[in-house]
Nanobody
Framework: QVQLVESGGGLVQAGGSLRLSCAASGSILSINIMGWYRQAPGKQREMVAT???????NYADSVKGRFTISRDNAKNTVDLQMNSLKPEDTGVYYCYFHMAAAQATKWGQGTQVTVSS
């Protein structure tokens, strides 16, 4: 079993910054994908940013140039630095952990990000 612990999030004014962190523990394979998804009220969950163990990174078009994902493979942590936040970034952000070799995906409990205009 994999456990994910998220931290960060909160309320910020438009143009501000927030940082999300997620730590994974448990039965972890060294090769995996960690990242963040978000879900706004009334909308489907969407990918925000993901980063593979070997470094390949994906960002949603809506966050490119504003958000930066980073990870520490030794500590099994992933961070999301969110700058120039917009009201449309508001939602519940979920840490994502995927191990292809084990066909296993784990989600964090979610953390609220609210951007006021």
């Amino acid at each position: 079993q994999v456990q994910l612990v998220e931290s960060g999030g909160g309320l910020v004014q438009a143009g501000g910054s927030l940082r999300l962190s997620c730590a994974a523990s448990g039965s972890i394979l060294s090769i995996n994908i960690m990242g963040w998804y978000r879900q706004a009220p009334g909308k489907q969950r969407e990918m925000v940013a993901t980063k593979h163990t070997f470094g390949s990174t994906n960002y949603a078009d809506s966050v490119k140039g504003r958000f930066t994902i980073s990870r520490d493979n030794a500590k099994n942590t992933v961070d999301l630095q969110m700058n120039s936040l917009k009201p449309e970034d508001t939602g519940v952000y979920y840490c994502y952990f995927h191990m292809a070799a084990a066909q296993a995906t784990k989600w964090g409990q979610g953390t609220q990000v609210t951007v006021s205009s």
